[in-house]
Structure formats: structure tokens, C-alpha cells
């Protein structure tokens, strides 16, 4: 807020224009509103009512801003990349494939990355394809080979088997929202701007992407279960730090053919896989000052009530007693 104030533009236009502009509306607004309640029920009482309504809808106000995420908003949430772990695969694709005694783990100085499944720790996609008639059926042989989070957007039994096997990281299904934000900042970090491994994100291909942490998931899509869980979630204001990991390898080179169109990306399975491991960064979305907000003007509103009704109850015991010795 000093922040704000200091580099404010200490001009007519838009400068000083805007801020009475706001103070001739606040003053016109709220001035008549109390000018009018003063008038029929004195200075005191018309400012405890004009003061209450005026908590009350802040009140009502606080509370839409924090369950829509309306209202005053700052810095977008984003993701950071925190990590980037090389690992030199000692097998070929599936994790039926693993020589004996060959201990392929992700080593990272970040402790939740060592526990990112590699591609030889699953089951291959395009087997797990081949075995399912539904899936095949999604998934034709004949266009380009699934991956797994492709798989799990079909058949959620094994979704919940592979996130079984990766836990405590949960697969990102191609269809989520993260997956493009994940993938074009990994983008920008590995490219000549970034960190320079690849000229361009055509060099590679992105095999998988996991989650942990960050808040908990809803589980059911019924109505009461989406309210509930959309007020538990705004309250949720302490979740524990989001990640996601990104797994790629780079292509194997192809030559394009003159009047044909590109080939298809072939990962090479020999290649070092590349996990990144990126955070959520929050930003300043303001949720946590409007929940504040809410929560004193929704404690102002009750005090200035609950003095109203001693007021009233105070008025009433006065007018009785007059009654009773008249």
C-alpha cells in the first residue's frame, strides 16, 4: 500500500480528478443516505443505521469476492520451475524392461521430486491401449501413440490405478488446464532464452506430467458436493506448496520431405529423461484480505445489530415504565 502511494501520479488528470471524483461519490452516497435517516430518526440512531447497513452489504460483498474470486484482483497465479533433474534411463521403455539391480530414481535436492515416477516405472500407454477395446476405439492405432495422461481422460479406474503407483504425485490428465501452462513455461525455461538444452520445443517430447500437493481435489460432481467444497476450498487458505513435474525426452531427428507434411515426434528412448519440476506460484490474488474483510465487517455488522436491539429493548422498558405510572 506505501508502495501504491508514493509512486501514485500527483496530477489533475487522472490524479487528483479521480480521487474527488471518489470522494464526491462516497460523500453523495453514503452523506444522503445518512442526511435521510438522520432526519427521521435523529443524528445517533441514524448514523448506527446508516453505519450498519454499510458493514452489512460489505459484509455480503466480502463474502461473494471470496467464493467467485471477483472483485479487486492482483498478479495472476503462475508456475516457477524449481528444478531440473537429468536422468540417464538404464532400460528401454516399460518397466517390465529393467535389468536386474539397475536403480534408475530421480536425484534431486528437492525431496518431493526424488519421488517422481519415471517412464520405466509405469505401464506402457500404447500396451495399455492395444489391451482395452475402449481405449483403442479413443485411440486408433493408426494416429499418434497415447500417452498416459491421453489414457486416464477415458478410463478413470486407471486413472486411480496409476496415481496408486505414483503417489503422493497424481498423473495431470491432457485435457487439465495446468497442462498447457506447465508445458509452455518448461518451454520457456529449456529454450535459448532459458536454460538452452533445446533450440525450440520441437526437439522434444513431453512424455508425462504429475501433480502433488496444493489443495485437495473434489471427488464428486454432485451440486451439494461442489458447494461444499467450493466454500471448504476459499477457506483453505494455508495449502500445502503445489507442484507439478514435467517428463520429456528429446526427439529423434527425422527429415521432411519436400510437399509432405512434418513426420510425426519420435521420443528417443536411449536419450537422458528430463523431469522438471515447477511451483505454484499464488501470486496476489487478494483472497486472503477479502476473507479479512469479510470476517470484520461481518463482526461489525453483528455488534452494531445486536447494540440496536439493546437500543430497542432499552426504548421499550422506558416506554413501558411511563405507561405504568400514567
Not at 88 to 102: I, L, N, R, Y
Not at 218 to 243: E, G, H, N, Q
Not at 289 to 314: K, N
Request: overall charge negative; proline content about 7%; aromatic content about 8%.
Amino acid at each position: 500500500m506505501i508502495d501504491a502511494f508514493l509512486s501514485f501520479t500527483w496530477t489533475w488528470d487522472p490524479g487528483l480528478r479521480g480521487v474527488l471524483t471518489v470522494a464526491v461519490a462516497v460523500t453523495i452516497l453514503m452523506g444522503s443516505i445518512y442526511l435521510i435517516l438522520a432526519t427521521n430518526s435523529g443524528a445517533r440512531l441514524g448514523f448506527m443505521l446508516a453505519l450498519t447497513g454499510f458493514c452489512a452489504w460489505m459484509f455480503v460483498m466480502g463474502i461473494i469476492w471470496s467464493l467467485y474470486g471477483i472483485g479487486p484482483k492482483g498478479p495472476a497465479p503462475t508456475w516457477k520451475v524449481v528444478d531440473t533433474i537429468r536422468t540417464q534411463p538404464c532400460t528401454g521403455e516399460t518397466k517390465d524392461s529393467v535389468p536386474a539391480g539397475c536403480d534408475e530414481t530421480v536425484q534431486s535436492e528437492l525431496a518431493v521430486a526424488e519421488s517422481v515416477p519415471l517412464p520405466s516405472q509405469l505401464p506402457d500407454p500404447v500396451a495399455l491401449r492395444d489391451d482395452s477395446a475402449v481405449l483403442t476405439a479413443a485411440f486408433p492405432t493408426n494416429q499418434r501413440d497415447p500417452g498416459l495422461g491421453d489414457l486416464v481422460t477415458v478410463d478413470t479406474a486407471l486413472k486411480d490405478d496409476i496415481n496408486e503407483q505414483a503417489d503422493p504425485w497424481r498423473i495431470l490428465e491432457t485435457s487439465n488446464k495446468y497442462t498447457g501452462e506447465t508445458q509452455a513455461v518448461v518451454a520457456e525455461d529449456l529454450g535459448p532464452d532459458g536454460q538452452a538444452i533445446f533450440e525450440s520445443s520441437s526437439d522434444y517430447v513431453v512424455i508425462e506430467s504429475f501433480l502433488t500437493g496444493g489443495k485437495k481435489a473434489r471427488t464428486d460432481d454432485s451440486i451439494m458436493s461442489r458447494a461444499v467444497y467450493k466454500v471448504t476450498s476459499t477457506l483453505d487458505v494455508a495449502p500445502p506448496p503445489f507442484y507439478a513435474a514435467v517428463q520429456l525426452q528429446q526427439v529423434i531427428p527425422q527429415e521432411t520431405k519436400d510437399g509432405q507434411a512434418p513426420p510425426t515426434p519420435e521420443r528417443d528412448h536411449q536419450s537422458e529423461v528430463i523431469t522438471v519440476v515447477l511451483q505454484r506460484v499464488q501470486g496476489h490474488q487478494l483472497r486472503r484480505p477479502q476473507i479479512v474483510t469479510m470476517i470484520f465487517f461481518g463482526s461489525m455488522t453483528a455488534l452494531l445489530c445486536y447494540l440496536l436491539h439493546r437500543r430497542d429493548q432499552l426504548s421499550e422498558t422506558q416506554r413501558s415504565a411511563v405507561a405504568g405510572a400514567s
